[in-house]
């Protein structure tokens, strides 16, 4: 009886202990710093999405630390030191600078980029397979950069002389501007670099190019996503229609894309981020890419330059 009595007990006690744990862990919260190079239309949205994917998965129990560094990688640097000396559960490094200056701060925190082009690159991995490894993953937003030089020749099979406008301090953009370069060359044209170092001389460098250029193409570069304006204002007079390398560059000054979601890459990132969270080792999680690619174009941008678009292209929204 007494055996019996004890068993009870111990089963009692282990179940207590047992619904303890689970409501220690729901009760658990979790504090993210958010890490963003600079505000614009794509970056925003890949930050959004992450933040309403962990949102929907933990409520109230995760907080965010959310800072942009006004495109200053010097500021990115300072942010994650930030958030290190704070003992933050997760970084968010939006954008490659964002992601370099969290990697150069902790090897212990949890990292997950996003709106990365090649994580290779970003992270001068020679040997990258997919996955970073140690404690960082992250998704790439990548679309692919031959079908982006396809595209083009789809759309100018004419033209000569392609002009590859890009940030010089970005890695990722150089990398984007040689492989396209690359697949360019294939069809035929002639390309030529045109890089500037930030947006002091991106007015000066976009006029060259115009002047020179049949075609313009532009990476997802952050510079010229932060002063479209600048471009448009250059090379919609002169009449020489520009290539984007994703669909909020387009938007600003180029005539056609292929592009991906910012807002479902913040999404895939936030469940990712969920999973770290919960338990999974970050240091065996691959980086993953968006699954879908869609072609569209600037209508009133296409208009205003005669350009004409096969039916298989969509309308970009204008922003209300």
Same mark, same amino acid.
């Given at each position: 009886?007494?055996? /019996?009595?004890l068993?009870?007990?111990?089963?009692?006690?282990?179940?207590?202990?047992?619904?303890?744990?689970?409501?220690?862990?729901?009760?658990?919260?979790? !504090? #993210?710093?958010?890490? /963003?190079?600079?505000?614009?239309?794509?970056?925003?949205?890949?930050?959004?999405?992450?933040?309403?994917?962990?949102?929907?998965?933990?409520?109230?129990?995760?907080?965010?630390d959310?800072?942009?560094?006004?495109?200053?990688?010097?500021?990115?640097?300072?942010?994650?030191?930030?958030?290190?000396?704070?003992?933050?559960d997760?970084i968010?490094?939006?954008?490659?600078?964002?992601?370099?200056?969290?990697?150069a701060?902790?090897?212990?925190?949890?990292?997950?980029?996003?709106?990365v082009?090649?994580?290779?690159?970003?992270?001068?991995?020679?040997?990258?397979?997919? !996955?970073?490894?140690?404690?960082?993953?992250?998704?790439?937003?990548?679309?692919?950069?031959?079908?982006?030089?396809?595209?083009?020749?789809?759309?100018?099979?004419?033209?000569?002389?392609?002009?590859?406008?890009?940030?010089?301090?970005e890695?990722?953009?150089?990398?984007?501007?040689?492989t396209?370069?690359?697949?360019l060359?294939?069809f035929?044209?002639t390309?030529?670099?045109?890089?500037?170092?930030?947006?002091n001389?991106?007015?000066? #460098?976009?006029?060259?190019?115009s002047?020179?250029?049949?075609?313009?193409?532009?990476?997802?570069?952050?510079?010229?996503?932060?002063? !479209?304006?600048?471009?448009?204002?250059?090379?919609?007079?002169?009449?020489?229609?520009?290539i984007?390398g994703?669909?909020?560059?387009?938007?600003?000054?180029?005539v056609?894309?292929?592009s991906?979601?910012?807002?479902?890459?913040g999404?895939?990132?936030?469940?990712?981020?969920?999973?770290?969270l919960?338990?999974?080792?970050?240091?065996?999680?691959?980086?993953?890419?968006?699954?879908?690619f869609?072609?569209?174009?600037?209508?009133q941008?296409c208009?205003?330059?005669?350009v004409?678009?096969?039916?298989?292209?969509?309308?970009?929204?204008?922003a209300?």
């Open positions: 009886m007494k055996k /019996q009595v068993a009870v007990l111990l089963s009692a006690s282990v179940a207590g202990s047992m619904f303890g744990m689970s409501v220690s862990a729901e009760e658990k919260s979790f !504090t #993210v710093g958010i890490c /963003q190079l600079v505000q614009h239309d794509a970056l925003d949205a890949a930050t959004q999405g992450f933040k309403d994917a962990l949102t929907e998965e933990f409520g109230d129990a995760v907080t965010f959310e800072q942009n560094a006004q495109g200053d990688s010097n500021t990115c640097s300072t942010i994650v030191n930030s958030f290190v000396s704070n003992g933050v997760l968010l490094a939006n954008a490659t600078p964002a992601l370099q200056a969290a990697a701060a902790t090897s212990e925190i949890p990292v997950l980029g996003t709106s082009t090649e994580y290779g690159v970003a992270l001068a991995l020679d040997d990258f397979d997919g !996955t970073v490894g140690g404690n960082i993953s992250g998704t790439s937003d990548l679309a692919p950069l031959d079908e982006q030089a396809a595209m083009l020749h789809e759309l100018f099979p004419d033209a000569e002389k392609i002009g590859l406008l890009y940030c010089s301090a890695a990722n953009s150089q990398y984007q501007v040689d396209v370069k690359t697949a060359e294939e035929g044209y390309c030529e670099y045109y890089a500037f170092s930030d947006s001389d991106l007015s000066a #460098v976009a006029t060259t190019a002047s020179e250029s049949d075609v313009i193409y532009v990476p997802t570069d952050n510079t010229v996503a932060s002063n !479209t304006e600048i471009v448009n204002n250059i090379c919609q007079p002169a009449g020489v229609p520009v984007a994703e669909e909020g560059i387009c938007a600003g000054c180029g056609a894309t292929l991906i979601s910012y807002y479902d890459l999404v895939g990132t936030g469940k990712m981020a969920a999973r770290v919960n338990g999974e080792d970050i240091s065996t999680m691959a980086v993953e890419y968006a699954p879908n869609t072609k569209k174009y600037n209508a941008l208009e205003t330059l005669g004409t678009v096969p039916e298989d292209y969509v309308a970009i929204e204008a209300e």
